[in-house]
């Protein structure tokens, strides 16, 4: 079975600061991989998909980016954070057939 | 418009007790997939249960069980005998698009309290 990293776990970062948040996937190839937020009391939001490497697709515009440089890695960031961009962001991916979604554990993200 | 809609908030029960966490959806979709995902404290949401749209029979695993009513758009999700260890955010979400994929609307969640 397929198993999800995400670091870090926790992050604090001042407004106007940069971002990178990582995401790898092993046990399985050419997944999808997804990047989720979930803000404070409310559920979670799709932001971004890519089906392959360099294939991204954003679901709503925002100060955030993703990249895809690798089969199993997939990368969230932003050039300088708003304080909206605070939220629980969750990795996700789907392979091989199997369209059950499996996150990752998540990065607390607070920008102060 | 997709939607999915958790009407409570949250919930608390003693041990023991049985529990029902509600979910409705809304979609134009005549294929479509629903899910529930249990939200731990430490975050990660786990899978529970995938259903297809053609599928209506209910389903039980262990002290878990999901009634699915296409006629009331209706996904509903019953735990029995709840324990503490059940404590937790449950989502429920549906796919977009008619298919299974991993492009969910997710409703905004029931967080369950169970008390010894």
């Known amino acids: 079975s397929q198993t999800i990293h995400q670091w870090p776990a926790t992050l604090v970062q001042p407004v106007g600061s940069p971002l990178s948040l990582e995401c790898t996937v092993e046990?399985?190839?050419?997944?999808?991989l997804y990047w989720y937020r979930q803000a404070a009391g409310r559920g979670l939001q799709l932001l971004f998909y890519s089906v392959g490497i360099g294939q991204i697709s954003s679901e709503v515009p925002q100060n955030l980016s993703a990249s895809r440089p690798q089969d199993r890695q997939f990368i969230l960031s932003s050039k300088k954070l708003l304080l909206s961009d605070s939220g629980f962001y969750l990795c996700?991916?789907?392979?091989?057939?199997?369209?059950?979604?499996?996150f990752g554990s998540g990065t607390q993200l607070s920008v102060l | 418009a997709q939607k999915v809609t958790q009407a409570q908030t949250e919930i608390s029960v003693v041990e023991k007790e049985d529990v029902t966490l509600d979910c409705v959806y809304e979609t134009r979709d005549t294929t479509y997939y629903l899910f529930w995902y249990k939200q731990p404290p430490s975050g990660e949401l786990v899978f529970l249960i995938r259903r297809n749209s053609f599928d209506e029979q209910n389903e039980i695993s262990g002290r878990y069980s999901w009634n699915f009513q296409k006629s009331t758009s209706s996904f509903n999700f019953t735990i029995t005998a709840s324990q503490v260890v059940d404590s937790a955010v449950y989502f429920c979400?549906?796919?977009?698009?008619?298919?299974?994929?991993?492009?969910?609307?997710f409703g905004k969640g029931t967080k369950l309290s169970v008390k010894p």
């Open positions: 979400a549906l796919s977009r698009g008619g298919g299974s994929q991993g492009n969910l609307i």
């Open positions: 046990g399985t190839s050419n997944p999808n």
């Open positions: 996700a991916s789907t392979a091989g057939g199997d369209e059950k979604l499996f």
